[in-house]
C-alpha cells in the first residue's frame, strides 16, 4: 500500500521568534546564568529544525522552568506535544497499523482534548483504513460481487481523496475482471439449469414449469425455452431435449 504522509512541520519563524526571546524572559531574583538559557534555546532550535519533537518538548520544559509565565514558550509547548504525537501516529501508518494509529488519535482527544487538527487525522486514518480494507479485498477474486463492489469503493473514496487516485488502474482492471467472471458464472449456471429442466422434463416432473421459467427469464433464446413453446403451442410434438453436458449445453434431438 503507499504511503501517505501526514505533514505537519512546525514553521522555522517560530523557532527564530524563541532565539530573539530568549533576553525577553521576565527577571527572577537569582536568575539562572545566562549561559544555561542560551545553551537551551540553542538546543531547542536544533531539535525544531531536526523535528525532533520529542527533544523539542523536554529543552521547552526546561524553559519554562526558567520563565514560567512566557506565554509564548506555553504555546510552543503545547504545539510540540501535538507535533510529537502526530509524528507517532505517522510512524504507525508508515508500517501499515491503521488501527493502532486511530486507537492513538482517540487516546490523545480523550486525554488532551478534541481539536480541529486531530478530528482531520482522523477523518484521514478512517479514510486509509477504508481504502486498506477494499485493497485486500480486491485481491481476492473468490467472490464477485464482494470483487466488484470492493473495486467500485475504491473508486468512490478516489474521488474525494487524491491520495487514493494512484489506485484507480487498480479499481477499474478488478472491476472488468469482476464483470467477466460474472459473465461467466452466469453461462454455468444457465447451463446447469438447463440440465436440470431437462431432467425434470423427462420425467414429466411438474416442477420442470418453474425451472423453464427461471431459464426463460435468464436465456430466452435457449434450445430447451424454444423447444417448449414450440410444444405448447401445439406446432410440434413434445421436445426430446438431449444434454450436452461435455459442453454444459442442451440441444434438440431432430
Do not use: W
Not at 87 to 115: P, W, Y
Not at 131 to 139: D, G, I, M, R, T
Request: charged share 30%.
Amino acid at each position: 500500500m503507499r504511503k501517505i504522509h501526514l505533514i505537519f512541520v512546525f514553521s522555522a519563524v517560530l523557532a527564530l521568534s524563541l532565539l530573539f526571546s530568549a533576553g525577553c524572559f521576565k527577571k527572577k531574583e537569582a536568575p539562572d546564568p545566562p549561559t544555561v538559557r542560551s545553551r537551551l534555546v540553542q538546543e531547542t532550535f536544533n531539535s525544531l529544525e531536526k523535528g525532533d519533537h520529542q527533544s523539542a518538548v523536554k529543552k521547552i520544559e526546561r524553559l519554562r522552568k526558567l520563565d514560567a509565565g512566557n506565554i509564548f514558550l506555553a504555546n510552543l509547548e503545547t504545539t510540540e506535544k501535538s507535533n510529537s504525537k502526530v509524528s507517532e501516529i505517522q510512524l504507525l501508518v508508515n508500517e501499515g497499523r491503521i488501527d493502532e494509529a486511530i486507537k492513538m488519535t482517540d487516546e490523545h482527544m480523550f486525554k488532551e482534548g478534541r481539536s480541529d487538527e486531530f478530528l482531520a487525522i482522523l477523518n484521514e486514518l478512517q479514510t486509509l483504513k477504508q481504502l486498506k480494507e477494499a485493497v485486500e479485498a480486491v485481491n481476492d477474486s473468490s467472490n464477485v460481487t464482494r470483487l466488484a463492489r470492493n473495486a467500485a469503493k475504491i473508486k468512490m473514496i478516489a474521488a474525494k481523496y487524491k491520495p487514493a487516485q494512484v489506485l484507480l488502474p487498480l479499481a477499474n482492471e478488478k472491476l472488468a475482471l469482476a464483470k467477466k467472471l460474472y459473465s461467466s458464472e452466469k453461462r454455468k449456471a444457465v447451463d446447469d439449469l438447463s440440465i436440470e429442466a431437462f431432467a425434470l422434463l423427462s420425467k414429466n416432473d411438474s416442477r420442470a414449469v418453474s425451472a423453464l421459467s427461471v431459464l426463460g427469464l435468464e436465456n430466452p433464446e435457449h434450445p430447451v425455452i424454444l423447444d417448449y413453446l414450440d410444444y405448447i403451442s401445439g406446432s410440434v410434438p413434445k421436445p426430446v431435449v438431449e444434454a450436452d453436458k461435455s459442453k454444459g449445453t442442451s440441444k434438440s434431438i431432430k
